[in-house]
């Protein structure tokens, strides 16, 4: 028998839910997983990491992995926490130099890959069950790296402790359960697919099923399979299959295979019920839809719309009030709930279950667990309720502090003192987000139909202080990395990385260049600067859009205005309305 685990207390739940109910599902291929199997495969991966490090004590040690988004990325998620270890996801699609980057300055003990997981995790699935019964689980945790306005990301160490504390903020807002079914469609190296979608499902006892990497019309097909007609009737099923396996419902998989989608047919038909996501993936869902074969399409709708689709979230971007709009129209009533988060504190603002409580441009109010502040970042006063300046609404910088905020950049003290503030309440030090917001009070909503948290003044996020963190695609990218590669290449004399604003990104990001003297007559093209950035950037950090310029203008510091520079530079590219 497997030894036993440490007693985090996500291992508990997972050992109370109902051991024939779906953990995860492999979306296309349809293979399911039990909860009944998962803590045994997570004590045997555990063990298989003890025998890989040569000993039995690699607490507060870094793990890092390079899974595909599947089961065998929970299991390994959960073994290396249950082996008190330090869980370092990393991104495949990253090149190289960067991932070296992240191992070196992680320190980390072991990288594991992944071997295509095997028959081995079914035969497990009969194992006995290991019950935990260690309570001593100091060391444990997950590290993400994220770009901070310094030039190299940083390692975000969040201990066992924050992650639980997330977890359970989130459960007590949005009320997941294990009849939730989340369609998980995110990257795993970042808090939103790894606490939003595994962690706290997991929580729950709800299911996972992994369709990546995220393609609209997959999506679309599998939120329409269990409502496609035919013969004038409806497959859908509330409970859906046992197991989450795919339910060889003939009807449904001879209509999908109507549409010429083969590869789709293995798709279970159990509705989804939750899906959280960045806006661009509903941008991008708005604008395929209406090139889906009509039934496909109308299922797609009734898939989506309130009463089959539990509730659908945006966040780790602006949610533009438009796309909000018409995924209301489109869902027939289905109003995105939008939430504040970031890697250092996981969810700070959410918006509440109550439709009321689901305010346009707002992110609502600080989670369970979470307190949240206002600082004027000049005057570094508090902005309090009813701070009013010339008759307008004060605004002023976030600033969080509760169980859930992170512990440290790793091996970074001077950057983690940077970032918090002593509070003045001897009740501890704030985190200083970045972000600048105001709170104003909203007739319709806030009345706690949300919950108790959910009430009093709304949060609005206005943007962010500094104008070198990007957000693209929901993705955190620094203005000054960019430049630091860009001036490290041979034809480059002066960088300055902008965000351009972008319908379908958000933001993009935008190069202006002023080029060596000895390059000035050849020209540098959009072409050789992706080349030249290829391997030393994640593709989604390479700059967009580019111009090459005479001279970029400085102040008499010698620095640039990137607010006035995007505007008279970028002017032509500003996309608001791509789809
Ligand atoms: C892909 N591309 C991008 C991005 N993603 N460009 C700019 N920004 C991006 N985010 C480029 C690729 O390099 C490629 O360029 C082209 O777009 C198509 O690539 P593809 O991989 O097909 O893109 P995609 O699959 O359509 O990806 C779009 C996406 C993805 C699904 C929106 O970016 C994504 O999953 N974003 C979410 C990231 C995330 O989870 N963020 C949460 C972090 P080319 O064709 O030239 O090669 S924030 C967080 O965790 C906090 C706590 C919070 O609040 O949530
Ligand atoms: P990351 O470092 O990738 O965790 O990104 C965190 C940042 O994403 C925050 O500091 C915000 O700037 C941004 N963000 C997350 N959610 C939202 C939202 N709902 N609206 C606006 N910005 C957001």
Redesign the pocket.
């Known amino acids: 028998m497997a030894s036993t685990l440490p007693r985090l207390p996500l291992f508990e739940a997972i050992s109370k839910h109902d051991p024939d109910s779906t953990a995860v599902v492999h979306c296309l291929s349809g293979r399911s997983f039990k909860y009944g199997g998962l803590l045994p495969d997570v004590a045997r991966t555990r063990d298989r990491l003890y025998e890989a490090a040569g000993k039995s004590d690699i607490r507060g040690e870094r793990i890092a992995f390079l899974v595909e988004n599947s089961y065998d990325y929970v299991v390994t998620l959960l073994a290396i926490l249950a082996a008190r270890a330090i869980a370092l996801p990393l991104s495949p699609?990253f090149p190289p130099a960067e991932l070296q980057y992240i191992l070196s300055h992680s320190e980390a003990l072991l990288l594991l890959h992944s071997a295509k997981y095997s028959t081995k995790a079914q035969e497990v699935l009969s194992t006995p069950f290991p019950s935990p019964d260690d309570a001593d689980f100091e060391g444990a945790g997950m590290m993400?790296y994220?770009s901070g306005t310094t030039n190299r990301p940083k390692g975000v160490l969040l201990p066992e402790s924050a992650l639980t504390a997330q977890c359970r903020s989130l459960i007590s807002a949005w009320n997941y359960t294990p009849r939730d079914r989340l369609l998980h469609?995110?990257?795993l190296h970042?808090?939103?697919?790894t606490?939003?979608a595994v962690l706290t499902p997991l929580f729950s006892g709800s299911t996972i099923e992994f369709l990546f990497?995220?393609?609209?019309d997959a999506v679309w097909r599998r939120f329409a399979k269990p409502f496609l007609q035919t013969n004038g009737s409806t497959n859908g099923n509330r409970n859906g299959s046992t197991n989450g396996i795919t339910t060889t419902n003939g009807d449904s998989t001879s209509a999908t295979a109507a549409d010429g989608e083969a590869k789709y047919a293995q798709m279970s038909s159990a509705p989804i019920t939750f899906f959280t996501?960045?806006p661009?993936?509903y941008t991008?869902l708005l604008s395929t839809h209406p090139g889906l074969p009509a039934p496909t399409a109308m299922a797609a709708r009734t898939a989506i719309n309130p009463a089959n689709m539990r509730v659908s979230i945006s966040?780790?971007?602006a949610l533009p009030t438009p796309v909000k709009r018409a995924w209301r129209e489109l869902s027939h009533g289905n109003v995105l709930l939008e939430?504040?988060?970031?890697?250092e504190?996981?969810?700070a603002l959410s918006c509440g279950l109550d439709y009321q409580d689901r305010v346009d441009g707002s992110v609502g109010w600080p989670l369970p667990g979470v307190e949240a502040r206002l600082v004027d970042p000049e005057t570094k006063q508090l902005v309090t309720e009813d701070s009013v300046e010339g008759g307008r609404e004060h605004s002023g910088e976030i600033q969080l502090r509760g169980a859930s905020v992170f512990r440290e950049y790793w091996r970074n003290p001077e950057a983690t003192a940077k970032e918090f503030v002593e509070g003045d309440d001897g009740k501890g030090r704030w985190f200083k987000t970045g972000d600048i917001a105001l709170r104003r009070p909203v007739a319709t909503a806030g009345k706690a139909s949300s919950g108790d948290w959910a009430q009093g003044s709304m949060y609005f996020i206005l943007g962010r202080q500094s104008a070198d963190i990007i957000k693209?695609?929901?993705?955190?990218?620094s203005a000054l990395e960019i430049e630091r590669e860009l001036l490290s290449l041979p034809e480059v004399a002066e960088a300055a990385v902008l965000a351009v604003p972008s319908g379908k990104?958000g933001q993009?990001?935008g190069a202006v260049i002023v080029l060596h003297d000895g390059y000035k007559a050849k020209g540098w093209k959009p072409m050789d600067m992706?080349r030249a950035l290829r391997d030393r950037l994640?593709?989604?950090?390479?700059p967009?859009v580019l111009r090459v310029v005479e001279s970029i203008p400085r102040n008499a510091m010698g620095k640039v205005n990137k607010k006035t520079l995007v505007g008279a530079v970028f002017k032509d590219d500003f996309s608001g309305d791509e789809m």
Do not use: D
Request: net charge positive; hydrophobic share 40%.
């Open positions: 699609p993400l994220t469609v995110l990257p970042h808090i939103h697919g606490v939003n990497p995220f393609n609209a996501v960045v661009t993936v991008r966040g780790s971007a939430r504040y988060g970031m890697t504190v996981g969810m693209s695609g929901g993705e955190k990218v990104w993009k990001v992706r994640a593709n989604y950090k390479i967009q």
